[in-house]
């Protein structure tokens, strides 16, 4: 009798046990094309199980729940997490645990306007919360006044890098890390920069520097191109930057700017308007910024570029003269 109930009892232990043991351990086989499930930022245990189980990942959600809460109830990360081939439930478990999902990134380039950025969170990044993110010609004031920029706009305050999120994140949040980088080396390099320079706050600084960015010069050029421009503010000589009009047609630029394209009127015109214009036009990167607070020892108050090359005069005559020859170089490529 007492052989028959100690088998009893082994039954009784063993029998969940392997159980319990198979539907944790036992690997399935997912569809070819595998899953890629969102666990979203904020998202309770309960909540995260019951998303994979609908996507078909935990086929036991109960036993899963028993094994999370065995382990001590850890914290199952957020993330977008890819399961491929034979997955077992341990596993999915144990990925969660650590946080084994795949990043996902905001990438910000150098020289991109508020507006590019603003289309990028839109069309390209389907796991941000974009709640509260504005959008329209007013953006760039009402993510100032959410603490996304100063002076009255979010334009130029986005620093350039790549900012890793998980779904559920929020759009802002995104955008306020980005705004702090920008403004935190924007305060460092300003109290590092140059003396004699003609600004009179960061913000002027941060204006110059989207500028020399979006001429596209290579990192290179930039401090003898920002003297150029830092020159031309000090003897009250309009800046002429092309990229000025630019921003200031918005749409209207087809790619070629005409005669009438540079008489826009705008106060980011640059050939109208003597010094900086109100707001950045792009979003500057460091080799930029610290080309305008370092910028070469030079009285050049002219550029041009020529492919790679770029040739600077410090008089309208010499600077009419090297067009000359730019002109008469690429009359000679074309034929």
């Known amino acids: 009798m007492r052989r028959i109930l100690l088998s009893f009892l082994l039954v009784i232990i063993l029998v969940p046990s392997g159980y319990f043991g198979y539907t944790m351990y036992w690997p399935q086989t997912l569809l070819k094309a595998g899953k890629q499930v969102p666990i979203r930022l904020g998202s309770g245990a309960l909540e995260s199980i019951q998303t994979l189980h609908r996507a078909g990942i935990l086929p036991y959600p109960q036993m899963f729940r028993l094994a999370w809460m065995l382990m001590g109830r850890p914290i199952l990360q957020a993330g977008l997490y890819d399961f491929q081939g034979r997955v077992s439930q341990e596993q999915v478990l144990r990925r969660l645990r650590n946080g084994q999902s795949t990043p996902l990134n905001l990438v910000i380039i150098p020289g991109w306007s508020l507006a590019m950025v603003l289309h990028e969170l839109h069309s390209k990044s389907p796991y941000l919360n974009l709640h509260a993110l504005p959008l329209g010609e007013q953006a760039g004031q009402q993510l100032a006044d959410m603490g996304v920029g100063a002076n009255g706009s979010a334009e130029g305050w986005l620093f350039p890098d790549s900012y890793r999120y998980v779904p559920g994140t929020t759009a802002l949040s995104l955008l306020q890390r980005a705004y702090q980088r920008m403004e935190g080396n924007l305060r460092h390099l300003w109290s590092q920069r140059a003396s004699g320079l003609p600004l009179h706050n960061p913000y002027q600084a941060l204006i110059l520097a989207s500028i020399v960015q979006k001429e596209g010069a290579p990192p290179a050029q930039q401090a003898h191109i920002a003297a150029v421009?830092?020159?031309?503010?000090?003897?009250?000589?309009?800046?002429?930057?092309?990229?000025?009009v630019i921003y200031a047609l918005g749409k209207q630029y087809h790619g070629h700017l005409t005669s009438q394209d540079m008489q826009v009127s705008s106060p980011f015109n640059t050939y109208l308007h003597a010094g900086l214009p109100?707001?950045?036009i792009s979003m500057p990167g460091m080799s930029s910024l610290q080309a305008v607070l370092h910028p070469s020892d030079s009285q050049d108050l002219y550029f041009i570029a020529q492919g790679n090359a770029y040739h600077y005069s410090s008089t309208y005559a010499q600077h009419i003269q090297q067009i000359k020859?730019?002109?008469?170089?690429?009359?000679r490529t074309a034929s």
């Open 278 to 280: 109100p707001t950045p």
């Open 325 to 331: 020859q730019y002109l008469q170089t690429t009359a």
């Open 229 to 244: 421009f830092l020159n031309r503010l000090r003897k009250g000589m309009p800046l002429q930057s092309d990229p000025t």
